[in-house]
């Protein structure tokens, strides 16, 4: 029986690989639907992204909806200077033939979550939290009805990547990350600290084009033009590929290793706005809320990507 997700996303090349990655693991993972927010580039863009990756998958049957626009309470921070002003440079890809469905992404993951099973709906948010805290806000019922979240967001060890304290996805929607840490459903966080050790270094990319598909053609263009910023800012060699964590940790748990302690949001200091602070080293009796992941197998989450985009 397939694990039934929603995915939460704002692509951004690394969103567009980890959709991707889900929709090439039918077997395991059934894609209820798409729910697309602001964040590395605006909604109008992210919800176009969002349908041009489902046709490159060939699968324009995905459900795709449009969200919230803008944080809940600050004003919207975007990332051109990471994604390119599409959100999803590299590869020129046609505009999607696929509609938007009519109903807002949050309409969307209220009814889905009152409608089926409780415990049997994943939610996999890739970018700001904005929908998912709203969906709670508006409809506090459904948290209890949330089998888990495992989101792409955060640091510690690493700290900032949009400042010196905050990692993008939170920094955007503190108040929204506030929210969802709170909401008391299972988390599993994908933090800089696992995604930073995840990097696309040449013969990755080059392991990609090797697939000698459209899908790897496509994918190693994004994953080459995306790591320009994180070479040229950490001199790393290659990017750091954030959200296929996410997708890569339903389908193989072992690759991360992690612990499950106590994750709070900072929303007051302009300072350290949006930082997850981790209480990694237990030094509070704060409950533990969230299984934080702090270690990856690089290798074998690469060598589970590139085997299963080979099958798109
Ligand atoms: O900080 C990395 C996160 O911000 C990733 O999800 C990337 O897509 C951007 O949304
Ligand atoms: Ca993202």
Redesign the pocket.
């Known amino acids: 029986m397939a694990r039934r997700i929603i995915i939460d ?4 090349q ?2 567009a690989v ?1 959709i991707l990655l889900a929709l090439a693991s039918p077997d395991e993972l059934e894609v209820v639907g798409i729910t697309c927010v602001a ?2 580039v605006p909604l109008a863009l992210t919800s176009a992204n969002a349908r041009k990756v489902c046709e490159l998958a060939g699968r324009a049957d995905v459900p795709v909806f449009a969200g919230c626009d803008a944080p809940l309470e600050r004003a919207l921070v975007t990332a051109e200077h990471v994604h390119g002003k599409t959100g999803l440079d590299g590869v020129e890809l046609p505009d999607p033939a696929m509609p938007l469905q009519d109903a807002h992404a949050v309409d969307f993951l209220i009814d889905t979550l009152r409608r089926e099973p409780a415990g049997s709906i994943t939610l996999c948010p ?2 700001p939290l904005t929908n998912i805290a709203t969906a709670f806000r508006k409809a506090p019922d459904i948290a209890g009805r949330v089998a888990e979240i495992v989101l ?1 967001g955060g640091a510690y060890f690493e700290v900032g990547n949009i400042t010196p304290a905050a990692e ?2 939170i920094y955007v929607d503190p108040e929204a990350a506030d929210i969802v840490f709170k909401s008391g459903v299972p988390l599993v966080v994908m933090p800089l600290d696992v995604t930073h050790k995840a990097l696309v270094t040449a013969p990755r990319v080059a392991a990609f084009a090797g697939l000698g598909s459209h899908v790897g053609e496509v994918v190693a263009s994004w994953t080459h033009f995306f790591e320009r910023f994180d070479v040229a800012k950490y001199g790393s060699e290659g990017a750091p590929l ?2 296929p964590t996410v997708i890569a940790y339903l389908l193989q748990p072992g690759l991360f290793e992690g612990r499950h302690i106590n994750v709070e949001i900072e929303t007051q200091s302009p300072l350290t706005r949006g930082m997850t602070v981790a209480d990694w080293w237990g030094v509070t009796d704060r409950p533990a809320n969230a299984t934080f992941m702090g270690d990856i197998d690089a290798d074998g989450f690469f060598a589970l990507l590139t085997e299963r985009l080979g099958r798109l």
Not at 9 to 12: A, I, M, N
């Open positions: 996303t704002d692509p951004g690394d969103d980890a964040g590395n890739l970018g792409m993008f996805n954030h959200d």
